[in-house]
C-alpha cells in the first residue's frame, strides 16, 4: 500500500511538486496527453479578478472595461455572492495555469489535473486553436499591445485612444475572420512591419508642413490600397467583408495609422478568442472529465486519502450540476455538465455498449479504445460537430432534452421533439446548431462603400430566419461604426435563409 | 518540465489604472451617488470607504445581438422535460420574465443591472471636494510683497570666481584650441624626441639641414603654444542667478467656535461637523496649511484640535474675546507678507448684549483688511430657522455681521439648522469661482 500523497488540508510547494509528479505520470503514461511545457502559478484572490476582469489574460493593455468588470467581480466576490475560479488557465506556450492560494490540497491537486493537463491537451491538440491561434506568440503580442496603447495614450490623450477602444470593442463579435483562415505573419514580422509603419511616419514627418492649414497629418499608406472599387462588371471582388473591423482598419477614409493599429490589435484578441467561444462544451469537458478520471486513478492507488476524494465528489458534483429549465437557478446548459457527461458516456459506450449504442454508434461501441476516441474527437470537433456526432439517445433522455419552436408572433411555443425514439436526432440537431456561433450570432458584412461620393457604407445583416437584430443596441452600435468609418452607415438587415 | 511560481508577491493593484479610467468614465454617476449617500452619514464617517450603486448606464459596452422576441423563429433545447411530449404548445411566459429560456434575458444587453461596488476613502473625498477651492487664495498671494529667492538663469559672461562654470569654459577653451590649432603637447614630444634622436646619432651630411628645419618647428610650436592661451578670459562663464519673487501658497486657518453653555450639545455638534469638513478639506487641498483653533466662552484661548473637537467648558459668551484672540495669534505667528489668513467662525449668535458692536468694529477695521476669506456659520434649531427664514430677521450677532458682510465681499454669513444642511452651505462657501 502506497502511502498518500498528502493527509493535510495545506497545500505546500513540496506537496504540489509530488502531486503534479503523480498527476503527470498518469496524465501521459495512461492517457497519453500530448501538452505543451506547464507553467504553474500561485496567486492571490486579487491577482484572481484581476485576470478575471482582463479576459483571463496575465498582461492587457487598460481600458475602463476592464476596471468596471474588477468592481462588480470584486463587490460580488465580497459580498459572497459568487465564488472564484479555482484556476485559470492561459493557451500559450508555455502554458500558464493559475492556481488560487487559498484552495485546499485537495482542490490543488483537482485543478492540477483539470488545468494544467486537460483543458492544456484540449488547446495543444484541437484543430481549432492549431489553425486560428497562435500559443508561441501571444503573450509578446499581448506585451507589445499594452505598450503601444499606453504609448498613444501618452501621445494623442486618453480620451482619444479610449474612443477607439470603446469602438473597437463593441465590433469585436464583428472582428473575426470565420470562413476565411486569417493571415499569419510570424511575430517577427509582426514587429517589424510595426517598427516600420513608425518610422515610416517618423520620417514623414515635417515640423514645417504641421503648422500649415491642411494636411497636417501623412496621408494614410493604405490609401494606395484603396481597391474596393468596382471593376468593369459592376463587381467588387473584395466585397462582401465579415470582419468589419479588418474592413474598417484597411479601408476607414478618415482613421489615423495609430487608430488602425488599434483596431488591428483588438482584432487579434477577438481572433485569439474565437476558438474558445466554439468549444466551451468540448474544453470544459475534456478537463472535467480528465481531473475525473485522474482523481480517481489516484485513489485507486491508494494515493489520495478518503478525506480527499470525498472533498474532491463534493466539489465536482456541484460543478456538473446541472438544473432544470423551470428551476429559478437555471441559466442555460451547464457546458461543464454536458461535456463530462457526453465524454463519460463515450467511455460507456466503448466499455459497456448497450444495443441502442450498437446501433446509434457502430464505429466504437464495445471497441474498449475509449482514450483513442476521445482523442480523436478532442481533436477534431468543435461543440456543434461533437454534439451533431456524440451525444447520445441516452443522455438525451438522461437530461430530459426537449425542443422548443419558437416564433415571434405567436402566443405559444410548440414542442417539436422530446427524448423519444421519434425525436432523438431532431433534439440533437437542433442542440448542436444552438452551439454554432456563426448561426448564434448575426450575420453581418459590408457590402459596399461609395468612396467616390459620399463615402457613405453599407452593411447588411442577412437575418436567419428572420431574427431581427436588438433595435436599441443595433443604433447604439452603428453610431461606433460610423465614428470609426467617419462618414454615414447604413445599416440593412434583409431575409437571408 | 514544469515550473511553480509565486505570483503572490507581485505588486499589487495592477488593476488600478483600469479602475481610474473607469472611475472617469462613470464620474457623473458616481458623484450623484456619492452624494446621495454622504447626506444622510455623520461628518467623522464622511471620509470612510463605503458601497455605492451607480446604473450602468454611461458605461454600457453595446455589441449587436438578435432579438427573437421582434420577430422570426428559432428552436432551442432545454432539460428536464417532465411533461410534454412532441406537439404540445406552451404558453409563453409574459415578456421580461426571462421565462422559456434563461439565456435570452443574459443576452439580451439591456437587461444589465444597476450596480454596487466600494469607493475608497480618497476617492470619495476626491468626488466630494471636487469643485471646492479656498477662494481667493492665489490672488492675494501674488498680490502680496512676496519673499524673494535666488533661482538659476542660465550663463553670463561676467560674474564671481565661485560661480564660473567649469564645463561651458572648458568647452569654450577647447573649442577656440582646435579652431586656432593650438599644437598640443603631444605633438612637441614626438618632435623633441625626433630631435633628440638626430642629435644622438653623429651628424651625416644632410642631417644637419632637417635638425635644423626640426628645431625652428619646434620653436614656431611653442612659441604658438604661449600666444594661443590654454585658457584665455574669453572661454570663461559663469552661472547667473537672479532674484525672483516667491508667491507663498501657505494658508492659516483660524477655527472659532463658541463653547459657552449656551451652545447646546446639538449645535456644537453641528458646529465640530463643519470644522471636522472644513480640516479635512483643507489637508487635503493644501500642502502647507496651518490650522488654529480657539474656542471661547467670556474668554478665548488657543486650543489643539482634540481639545477644540471634544472637550467641554462653561461660562457666558463674549464672542470679541476670540477676535481678539485671533488677532494677538496673527499679530505673532502669521505675518500678512507670508501668509493667507482665512477664519471660520462658528456660533449660535448670542453673546453679551453690546459686544456684538465691539466684534464688528474689531472686524471691520482689524480682521477683515487682513483675512482674504471670512466665514461665519450660525447655528439654529429648526424652529428658530422657519422664524429666521429671511437673510434679514435675527439675533444680535448675525444682524451685526450681515452689516459687515455689505461692506467686505470676501465675507460670508450662513445658517444651518440640521446635518444635512452642511453639506449644501461648505459648498456654497468654497465653491470654485468662476473668475478668481
Same mark, same amino acid.
Given at each position: 500500500?502506497?502511502?498518500? #500523497?498528502?493527509?493535510?488540508?495545506?497545500?505546500?510547494?513540496?506537496?504540489?511538486?509530488?502531486?503534479?509528479?503523480?498527476?503527470?505520470?498518469?496524465?501521459?503514461?495512461?492517457?497519453?496527453?500530448?501538452?505543451?511545457?506547464?507553467?504553474?502559478?500561485?496567486?492571490?484572490?486579487?491577482?484572481?479578478?484581476?485576470?478575471?476582469?482582463?479576459?483571463?489574460?496575465?498582461?492587457?493593455?487598460?481600458?475602463?472595461?476592464?476596471?468596471?468588470?474588477?468592481?462588480?467581480?470584486?463587490?460580488?466576490?465580497?459580498?459572497?455572492?459568487?465564488?472564484?475560479?479555482?484556476?485559470?488557465?492561459?493557451?500559450?506556450?508555455?502554458?500558464?495555469?493559475?492556481?488560487?492560494?487559498?484552495?485546499?490540497?485537495?482542490?490543488?491537486?483537482?485543478? *492540477?489535473?483539470?488545468?494544467?493537463?486537460?483543458?492544456?491537451?484540449?488547446?495543444?491538440?484541437?484543430?481549432?486553436?492549431?489553425? !486560428?491561434?497562435?500559443?508561441?506568440?501571444?503573450?509578446?503580442?499581448?506585451?507589445?499591445?499594452?505598450?503601444?496603447?499606453?504609448?498613444?495614450?501618452?501621445?494623442?490623450?486618453?480620451?482619444?485612444?479610449?474612443?477607439?477602444?470603446?469602438?473597437?470593442?463593441?465590433?469585436?463579435?464583428?472582428?473575426?475572420?470565420?470562413?476565411?483562415?486569417?493571415?499569419?505573419?510570424?511575430?517577427?514580422?509582426?514587429?517589424?512591419?510595426?517598427?516600420?509603419?513608425?518610422?515610416?511616419?517618423?520620417?514623414?514627418?515635417?515640423?514645417?508642413?504641421?503648422?500649415?492649414?491642411? +494636411?497636417?497629418?501623412?496621408?494614410?499608406?493604405?490609401?494606395?490600397?484603396?481597391?474596393?472599387?468596382?471593376?468593369?462588371?459592376?463587381?467588387?471582388?473584395?466585397?462582401?467583408?465579415?470582419?468589419?473591423?479588418?474592413?474598417?482598419?484597411?479601408?476607414?477614409?478618415?482613421?489615423?495609422? !495609430?487608430? @488602425?493599429?488599434?483596431?488591428?490589435?483588438?482584432?487579434?484578441?477577438?481572433?485569439? &478568442?474565437?476558438?474558445?467561444?466554439?468549444?466551451?462544451?468540448?474544453?470544459?469537458?475534456?478537463?472535467?472529465?480528465?481531473?475525473?478520471?485522474?482523481?480517481?486513478?489516484?485513489?485507486?492507488?491508494?494515493?489520495?486519502?478518503?478525506?480527499?476524494?470525498?472533498?474532491?465528489?463534493?466539489?465536482?458534483?456541484?460543478?456538473?450540476?446541472?438544473?432544470?429549465?423551470?428551476?429559478?437557478?437555471?441559466?442555460?446548459?451547464?457546458?461543464?455538465?454536458?461535456?463530462?457527461?457526453?465524454?463519460?458516456?463515450?467511455?460507456?459506450?466503448?466499455?459497456?455498449?448497450?444495443?441502442?449504442? @450498437?446501433?446509434?454508434?457502430?464505429?466504437?461501441?464495445?471497441?474498449?479504445?475509449?482514450? +483513442?476516441?476521445?482523442?480523436?474527437?478532442?481533436?477534431?470537433? =468543435?461543440?456543434?460537430? &461533437?454534439?451533431?456526432?456524440?451525444?447520445?439517445?441516452?443522455?438525451?433522455?438522461?437530461?430530459?432534452?426537449?425542443?422548443?419552436?419558437?416564433?415571434?408572433?405567436?402566443?405559444?411555443?410548440?414542442?417539436?421533439?422530446?427524448?423519444?425514439?421519434?425525436?432523438?436526432?431532431?433534439? =440533437?440537431?437542433?442542440?448542436?446548431?444552438?452551439?454554432?456561433?456563426?448561426?448564434?450570432?448575426?450575420?453581418?458584412?459590408?457590402?459596399?462603400?461609395?468612396?467616390?461620393?459620399?463615402?457613405?457604407?453599407?452593411?447588411?445583416?442577412?437575418?436567419?430566419?428572420?431574427?431581427?437584430?436588438?433595435?436599441?443596441?443595433?443604433?447604439?452600435?452603428?453610431?461606433?461604426?460610423?465614428?470609426?468609418?467617419?462618414?454615414?452607415?447604413? $445599416?440593412?438587415?434583409?431575409?437571408?435563409? | 518540465?514544469?515550473?511553480?511560481?509565486?505570483?503572490? $508577491?507581485?505588486?499589487?493593484?495592477?488593476?488600478?489604472?483600469?479602475?481610474?479610467?473607469?472611475?472617469?468614465?462613470?464620474?457623473?454617476?458616481?458623484?450623484?451617488?456619492?452624494?446621495?449617500?454622504?447626506?444622510?452619514?455623520?461628518?467623522?464617517? *464622511?471620509?470612510?470607504?463605503?458601497?455605492?450603486?451607480?446604473?450602468?448606464?454611461?458605461?454600457?459596452?453595446?455589441?449587436?445581438?438578435?432579438?427573437?422576441?421582434?420577430?422570426?423563429?428559432?428552436?432551442?433545447?432545454?432539460?428536464?422535460?417532465?411533461?410534454?411530449?412532441?406537439?404540445?404548445?406552451?404558453?409563453?411566459?409574459?415578456?421580461?420574465?426571462?421565462?422559456?429560456?434563461?439565456?435570452?434575458?443574459?443576452?439580451?444587453?439591456?437587461?444589465?443591472?444597476?450596480?454596487?461596488?466600494?469607493? @475608497?476613502?480618497?476617492?470619495?473625498?476626491?468626488?466630494?471636494?471636487?469643485?471646492?477651492?479656498?477662494?481667493?487664495?492665489?490672488?492675494?498671494?501674488?498680490?502680496?510683497?512676496?519673499?524673494?529667492? !535666488?533661482?538659476?538663469?542660465?550663463?553670463?559672461?561676467?560674474?564671481?570666481?565661485?560661480?564660473?562654470?567649469?564645463?561651458?569654459?572648458?568647452?569654450?577653451?577647447?573649442?577656440?584650441? $582646435?579652431?586656432?590649432?593650438?599644437?598640443?603637447?603631444?605633438?612637441?614630444?614626438?618632435?623633441?624626441?625626433?630631435? /633628440?634622436?638626430?642629435?644622438?646619432?653623429?651628424?651625416? /651630411?644632410?642631417?644637419?639641414?632637417?635638425?635644423?628645419?626640426?628645431?625652428?618647428?619646434?620653436?614656431?610650436?611653442?612659441?604658438?603654444?604661449?600666444? *594661443?592661451?590654454?585658457?584665455?578670459?574669453?572661454?570663461?562663464?559663469?552661472?547667473?542667478?537672479?532674484?525672483?519673487?516667491?508667491?507663498?501658497?501657505?494658508?492659516?486657518?483660524?477655527?472659532?467656535?463658541?463653547?459657552?453653555?449656551?451652545? +447646546?450639545?446639538?449645535?456644537?455638534?453641528?458646529?465640530?461637523?463643519? &470644522?471636522?469638513?472644513?480640516?479635512?478639506? $483643507?489637508?487635503?487641498?493644501?500642502?502647507?496649511?496651518?490650522?488654529?483653533?480657539?474656542?471661547?466662552?467670556?474668554?478665548?484661548?488657543?486650543?489643539?484640535?482634540?481639545?477644540?473637537?471634544?472637550?467641554?467648558?462653561?461660562?457666558?459668551?463674549?464672542?470679541?474675546?476670540?477676535?481678539?484672540?485671533?488677532?494677538?495669534?496673527?499679530?505673532?505667528?502669521?505675518?500678512?507678507?507670508?501668509?493667507?489668513?482665512?477664519?471660520?467662525?462658528?456660533?449660535?449668535?448670542?453673546?453679551?448684549?453690546?459686544?456684538?458692536?465691539?466684534?464688528?468694529?474689531? #472686524?471691520?477695521?482689524?480682521?477683515?483688511?487682513?483675512?482674504?476669506?471670512?466665514?461665519?456659520?450660525?447655528?439654529?434649531?429648526?424652529?428658530?430657522?422657519?422664524?429666521?427664514?429671511?437673510?434679514?430677521?435675527?439675533?444680535?450677532?448675525?444682524?451685526?455681521?450681515?452689516?459687515?458682510?455689505?461692506?467686505?465681499?470676501?465675507?460670508?454669513?450662513?445658517?444651518?439648522?440640521?446635518?444635512?444642511?452642511?453639506?449644501?452651505?461648505?459648498?456654497?462657501?468654497? @465653491?470654485?469661482?468662476?473668475?478668481?
Amino acid at each position: 500500500m502506497t502511502a498518500p #500523497l498528502f493527509t493535510e488540508p495545506e497545500w505546500s510547494f513540496e506537496t504540489l511538486d509530488r502531486v503534479l509528479k503523480a498527476v503527470e505520470e498518469i496524465a501521459i503514461q495512461d492517457l497519453k496527453l500530448d501538452i505543451y511545457p506547464n507553467q504553474i502559478e500561485i496567486i492571490s484572490t486579487e491577482q484572481m479578478l484581476d485576470a478575471y476582469s482582463a479576459m483571463g489574460m496575465p498582461l492587457m493593455y487598460h481600458h475602463w472595461s476592464f476596471g468596471k468588470l474588477f468592481a462588480r467581480e470584486e463587490g460580488l466576490y465580497r459580498a459572497g455572492h459568487i465564488g472564484l475560479a479555482y484556476e485559470m488557465v492561459i493557451n500559450s506556450h508555455p502554458c500558464i495555469s493559475y492556481l488560487l492560494e487559498e484552495n485546499s490540497m485537495t482542490m490543488q491537486t483537482i485543478v *492540477i489535473a483539470h488545468a494544467a493537463f486537460g483543458q492544456k491537451h484540449f488547446f495543444k491538440n484541437n484543430y481549432l486553436f492549431q489553425q !486560428w491561434t497562435n500559443a508561441e506568440s501571444i503573450l509578446e503580442y499581448l506585451a507589445f499591445a499594452k505598450r503601444y496603447i499606453a504609448a498613444c495614450e501618452e501621445r494623442y490623450g486618453h480620451g482619444e485612444v479610449e474612443a477607439v477602444l470603446d469602438s473597437a470593442h463593441a465590433l469585436m463579435d464583428q472582428g473575426v475572420f470565420r470562413y476565411r483562415r486569417p493571415p499569419r505573419p510570424s511575430r517577427a514580422r509582426v514587429l517589424e512591419k510595426q517598427r516600420r509603419r513608425l518610422e515610416h511616419a517618423e520620417e514623414d514627418y515635417r515640423e514645417l508642413w504641421r503648422t500649415l492649414p491642411q +494636411g497636417a497629418e501623412p496621408p494614410p499608406p493604405d490609401r494606395n490600397s484603396w481597391d474596393i472599387e468596382e471593376d468593369e462588371m459592376g463587381v467588387n471582388p473584395k466585397l462582401p467583408e465579415e470582419n468589419l473591423l479588418y474592413f474598417l482598419e484597411k479601408y476607414s477614409p478618415t482613421l489615423k495609422s !495609430w487608430q @488602425r493599429e488599434i483596431l488591428r490589435i483588438v482584432r487579434h484578441l477577438a481572433q485569439y &478568442f474565437y476558438p474558445q467561444r466554439q468549444t466551451k462544451v468540448m474544453n470544459e469537458g475534456a478537463a472535467t472529465f480528465v481531473h475525473h478520471t485522474i482523481m480517481h486513478m489516484l485513489y485507486e492507488k491508494g494515493l489520495l486519502t478518503e478525506g480527499a476524494i470525498f472533498e474532491f465528489l463534493a466539489s465536482h458534483t456541484a460543478v456538473v450540476f446541472q438544473p432544470e429549465f423551470d428551476d429559478p437557478r437555471y441559466s442555460g446548459l451547464n457546458p461543464y455538465a454536458l461535456g463530462f457527461a457526453m465524454m463519460s458516456d463515450i467511455r460507456r459506450i466503448c466499455e459497456e455498449p448497450s444495443e441502442e449504442d @450498437r446501433l446509434w454508434f457502430p464505429a466504437f461501441a464495445g471497441t474498449g479504445d475509449w482514450r +483513442g476516441v476521445l482523442k480523436n474527437a478532442w481533436a477534431n470537433y =468543435r461543440d456543434e460537430s &461533437f454534439i451533431e456526432q456524440f451525444l447520445s439517445p441516452k443522455l438525451m433522455r438522461d437530461f430530459r432534452l426537449f425542443a422548443l419552436a419558437d416564433q415571434a408572433d405567436a402566443a405559444v411555443l410548440n414542442v417539436s421533439a422530446i427524448h423519444d425514439e421519434a425525436g432523438y436526432r431532431r433534439v =440533437r440537431s437542433t442542440l448542436a446548431r444552438q452551439y454554432d456561433i456563426s448561426e448564434a450570432g448575426p450575420n453581418i458584412q459590408v457590402t459596399g462603400a461609395n468612396l467616390k461620393g459620399n463615402r457613405k457604407l453599407f452593411l447588411e445583416h442577412r437575418m436567419h430566419r428572420g431574427v431581427p437584430l436588438h433595435a436599441q443596441l443595433r443604433s447604439q452600435v452603428t453610431t461606433h461604426i460610423e465614428r470609426l468609418w467617419g462618414h454615414d452607415v447604413a $445599416l440593412e438587415e434583409i431575409a437571408g435563409d | 518540465m514544469t515550473f511553480f511560481i509565486d505570483r503572490r $508577491l507581485n505588486p499589487k493593484g495592477k488593476s488600478l489604472a483600469n479602475r481610474q479610467r473607469f472611475l472617469r468614465r462613470a464620474r457623473a454617476q458616481i458623484r450623484e451617488a456619492v452624494q446621495k449617500s454622504l447626506k444622510d452619514s455623520g461628518v467623522a464617517d *464622511i471620509a470612510k470607504g463605503r458601497k455605492i450603486r451607480i446604473s450602468t448606464q454611461g458605461t454600457k459596452e453595446p455589441r449587436f445581438r438578435l432579438d427573437p422576441k421582434k420577430g422570426g423563429k428559432r428552436d432551442f433545447v432545454l432539460p428536464g422535460n417532465k411533461e410534454f411530449i412532441t406537439g404540445d404548445q406552451i404558453k409563453k411566459p409574459p415578456s421580461g420574465q426571462g421565462g422559456g429560456s434563461g439565456k435570452d434575458a443574459a443576452t439580451s444587453g439591456d437587461t444589465e443591472d444597476d450596480f454596487e461596488f466600494t469607493l @475608497r476613502e480618497d476617492e470619495i473625498l476626491d468626488i466630494f471636494f471636487e469643485d471646492l477651492e479656498l477662494p481667493n487664495l492665489v490672488r492675494t498671494t501674488l498680490s502680496e510683497v512676496p519673499s524673494q529667492h !535666488w533661482k538659476r538663469a542660465g550663463i553670463t559672461t561676467s560674474g564671481s570666481p565661485t560661480q564660473i562654470n567649469l564645463i561651458r569654459t572648458m568647452r569654450n577653451s577647447f573649442g577656440r584650441r $582646435l579652431a586656432l590649432k593650438r599644437p598640443t603637447l603631444a605633438e612637441i614630444k614626438a618632435l623633441e624626441e625626433d630631435i /633628440a634622436l638626430l642629435e644622438g646619432k653623429t651628424a651625416a /651630411a644632410g642631417e644637419d639641414a632637417r635638425l635644423l628645419a626640426l628645431k625652428v618647428e619646434l620653436e614656431r610650436l611653442n612659441s604658438r603654444r604661449k600666444w *594661443i592661451a590654454f585658457i584665455d578670459p574669453l572661454d570663461v562663464r559663469f552661472n547667473a542667478f537672479t532674484e525672483q519673487p516667491q508667491p507663498t501658497s501657505q494658508a492659516v486657518m483660524f477655527c472659532l467656535m463658541d463653547v459657552s453653555g449656551s451652545m +447646546g450639545e446639538r449645535e456644537k455638534d453641528l458646529a465640530k461637523r463643519f &470644522f471636522v469638513l472644513l480640516h479635512l478639506f $483643507l489637508k487635503r487641498r493644501y500642502e502647507k496649511v496651518d490650522i488654529v483653533f480657539i474656542r471661547h466662552t467670556h474668554d478665548a484661548q488657543e486650543v489643539d484640535e482634540q481639545t477644540f473637537f471634544y472637550s467641554r467648558q462653561s461660562g457666558g459668551t463674549i464672542v470679541s474675546t476670540a477676535l481678539d484672540k485671533m488677532l494677538e495669534i496673527q499679530k505673532e505667528r502669521y505675518a500678512t507678507a507670508d501668509w493667507n489668513i482665512y477664519a471660520a467662525q462658528a456660533s449660535d449668535g448670542y453673546t453679551q448684549s453690546g459686544d456684538a458692536k465691539r466684534c464688528v468694529e474689531l #472686524l471691520e477695521t482689524e480682521l477683515m483688511p487682513i483675512c482674504q476669506y471670512y466665514a461665519y456659520i450660525e447655528i439654529l434649531d429648526e424652529r428658530e430657522m422657519e422664524v429666521f427664514s429671511s437673510e434679514e430677521a435675527g439675533a444680535e450677532l448675525w444682524r451685526a455681521y450681515r452689516m459687515v458682510a455689505e461692506n467686505w465681499k470676501n465675507f460670508a454669513t450662513k445658517r444651518i439648522a440640521k446635518p444635512a444642511d452642511i453639506f449644501p452651505v461648505f459648498h456654497e462657501l468654497f @465653491r470654485k469661482q468662476e473668475t478668481a
